[in-house]
């Protein structure tokens, strides 16, 4: 076991490193403060402190290795620092959709931030069949000011060249490129199904079209260098609440963020999507909430688009005309098409599952999956064809009626 050559903290040591650290200490009342560590994805922890008199703060730490596998895969603490700067970015453009920034300890890779109270996360929730009206509309604003905002749509041309070259996040593209793009479609250890998926799973590796796709969309990936993006956007880097006129969210996680092509980061969200469709779908829920679920994607393309447009006319370059901006979106449509059947394979073959599909039945796990992996391929080798995400819902439609005759 190697040791970190910085403090690991605990719930124990928190108050006292809080109570130190001068930017914080005036945030919570360190003498009544309660705390918890609740990390329960797969890299980091996760603190949340409470004091007595209703204060909050969340701290999270970044361990040098992945806690999902343990100290045997080492990964940089550095990550942290990216996560600080997707976190900050975006709060100069959407502070209303991102948890208050406190502050980065370099020396400790500790990130502080608003806790997030009476929050949850939206998996979950979708999980539960609870539906946060108006969500999907806010991520597609959050991904076009961050693009926007980030890209050399507005940025000075020496500028961003420094702003990438800051950006680069190598070890956690790594990640990225193997799980998302490479692994699912070979035999390695790190991927696990059931053995009803084999038949579906070894079709998709002997299509010499899907894999030639797929790997179209992983050089765009590696070398598309378009605006900060996200990153991991999926539903579980979202943290949803109601309010009277709908649903709220707050977007966190952003650690894998660096200068990649935007329909990732849309991409993300509509692969996870597709596996809450599958699970409502399978487990019969409410018709007006597979509406919901079944609309959202265009729902955050619609905002998306609306956004970019609203914010075009702030371009730095007359060269970028409107008819521009109108190919961009036509070519971040389909790649975000294409990259979502990406994110959503790897949740059903590879490393880092997601609790929509896992946590079924059997039964309905290999009927959900299934249609997962046959909507995903067909994004990813039809994105062309398709066009638009509108297109791309109505294959999931086809796709149940296949596997579950309805
Ligand atoms: C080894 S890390 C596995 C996954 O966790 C993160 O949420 C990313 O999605 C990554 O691929
Ligand atoms: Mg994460």
């Not at 070979?186 to 070894?202: A, K, Q, R, T």
Request: aromatic residues 8%; charged residues 25%.
């Amino acid at each position: 076991m190697t040791t970190p050559d910085y403090e690991i903290l605990n719930p124990k040591t928190v108050p006292a490193y809080i109570a130190r650290t001068p930017r914080l200490s005036g945030i919570v009342d360190t003498d009544t403060l309660d705390v918890e560590e609740v990390g329960d994805g797969n890299l980091n922890l996760v603190f949340v402190c409470r004091d007595g008199n209703g204060g909050g703060i969340c701290l999270k730490q970044a361990l040098p290795y992945v806690r999902l596998v343990g100290e045997s895969w080492p990964l940089t603490p550095e990550r942290v620092i990216a996560e600080a700067r997707g976190l900050s970015a975006a709060a100069d453009v959407v502070p209303h959709l991102v948890p208050a920034y406190h502050g980065i300890d370099r020396e400790n890779y500790v990130l502080a931030m608003e806790y997030l109270m009476g929050w949850e996360m939206w998996r979950s929730q979708l999980n539960l069949g609870e539906a946060h009206k108006g969500v999907g509309a806010l991520l597609g604003e959050y991904v076009a000011n961050l693009a926007f905002s980030t890209s050399f749509f507005s940025i000075d041309q020496e500028e961003i060249k420094g702003r990438m070259a800051e950006a680069v996040n190598p070890e956690l593209c790594k990640i990225t490129e193997d799980l998302v793009f490479t692994e699912p479609y070979i035999d390695v250890e790190n991927n696990s199904y059931v053995d009803e998926l084999i038949p579906e799973i070894e079709g998709m590796r002997a299509d010499a079209r899907l894999r030639a796709e797929v790997g179209m969309l992983k050089y765009k990936f590696m070398t598309a260098a378009e605006a900060l993006i996200h990153g991991d956007l999926h539903t579980g880097s979202v943290m949803v609440r109601q309010t009277d006129d709908g649903g709220d969210c707050r977007v966190i996680d952003p650690e894998f963020c660096y200068y990649g092509p935007v329909g990732f980061d849309i991409g993300a969200l509509i692969g996870n999507y597709l596996a809450a469709r599958a699970r409502a779908a399978v487990l019969d829920r409410p018709a007006e909430f597979q509406q919901w679920l079944a609309d959202m994607a265009e729902e955050t393309w619609n905002a998306f688009a609306a956004e970019m447009r609203r914010l075009w006319p702030g371009r730095l370059d007359p060269t970028w005309t409107d008819g521009f901006l109108e190919a961009w979106l036509a070519q971040v449509q389909k790649d975000s098409i294409g990259f979502g059947g990406c994110k959503a394979n790897r949740r059903i073959i590879g490393l880092a599952k997601v609790t929509d599909i896992q946590e079924l039945p059997h039964e309905e796990h290999v009927e959900a999956a299934t249609m997962v992996l046959r909507t995903a391929s067909t994004w990813i080798r039809e994105r062309d064809g398709l066009g638009t995400i509108a297109e791309a819902v109505k294959v999931f439609d086809r796709v149940r009626a296949e596997v579950m005759g309805s």
